[in-house]
């Protein structure tokens, strides 16, 4: 059987959230390298993957996917019983809760965490741009905004679909680790629950791993 190929780059937020489901679970696969600042993400081959010229793509013998929250649950269901429960589909209330916070992840925290990343780490070191200030402060309030509603949730709850850690807690590592390295990082000590669960959950051994291959420059 050929090995799941990832298609993607270990700095860039979305494969990291593919390579975490990966590691959790324990599966071999290969990590195919897509140059984005050489355009190869744009090629006829890339295209071929994934019609929006995005990585990640995944291939598993006839199967190509894109799209990371769709590939990670695929990871998952493949890989079912190998490594932690992360989509909970045994339990109707617990698999409904992991999809409601991967759903905040998606629209809530990332429209306003991405944006400041970008600004302040992305686009000055690989692009050599000039951070907009306007850009960081409309979405750093609009962060806290998000912060304020999972403070409140994480104060009666370890995890964000209950007391599991699962691939919606999984699906914040990538632009969270981001925004750490940014000027902007202390807004978390304002919110204790937020940043126990942050910490908490960063010390798993596959989150060590997949750090590792990130670097602030995306
Ligand atoms: C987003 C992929 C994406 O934005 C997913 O896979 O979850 N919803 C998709 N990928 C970025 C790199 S990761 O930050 C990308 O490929 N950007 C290049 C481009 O959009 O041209």
Known sequence: MSLIKLYGTPMATCTVRVLLCLEEVGAKYELVPISMPTGEHKSPAHLARNPFGQIPALQDGDLTLFESRAIARYVLHKFKGQGPDLLREDNLSDSAMVDVWLEVEAHQ??????????????????????????????????????????????????????????????????????????????????????????????????????????????
Do not use: C
């Not at 960081?136 to 104060?155: G, P, R, S």
């Not at 390295?181 to 807004?187: D, H």
């Open 109 to 218: 925290y990332n429209p306003a965490i991405s944006p400041i990343v970008y600004q302040s780490l992305i686009l000055p070191r690989m692009y050599g741009g000039t951070p907009d200030q306007t850009i960081i402060d409309t979405n750093l309030e609009k962060l806290k905004k998000v912060l304020d509603v999972y403070e409140t949730h994480l104060a009666k709850s370890k995890y964000l679909a209950g007391d599991f850690f699962s691939l919606a807690d999984l699906s914040h590592f990538s632009y969270t680790k981001y925004f750490m390295a940014t000027p902007y990082a202390s807004v978390f000590n304002s919110y204790p629950h937020v940043k126990a669960w942050w910490e908490d959950f960063t010390s798993r051994p596959a989150f060590k791993k997949v750090a590792a291959g990130m670097t602030s420059q995306q």
